[in-house]
């Protein structure tokens, strides 16, 4: 479950209570690589040495994070 907290939703742009549906969109969206934003992230994580127990949902909390 992703953490839901007001970084991230504000960098989703999103209202609390509408948190899964822009997410879920945001996911499947094709990203400027040609490929939904969710290997996109599948992709840092292997750049960055992650083992695959962090969640691609991890992954995105952390950069949502970082890029405020």
């Not at 742009?13 to 969710?38: C, F, T, Y």
């Not at 840092?44 to 405020?68: C, G, H, K, N, Y």
Request: charged letters at 30%.
């Amino acid at each position: 479950m992703p953490i839901a907290d007001s970084v991230v939703m504000a960098e989703l742009s999103i209202v609390k209570e509408r948190l899964w549906q822009p997410l879920h969109a945001w996911m499947r969206e094709v990203g400027p690589d040609g490929r939904p934003n969710h290997k996109h992230l599948e992709k840092l994580r292997r750049q960055a040495q992650l083992p695959e127990v962090i969640s691609t949902l991890r992954v995105f909390d952390v950069i949502a994070w970082r890029v405020r």
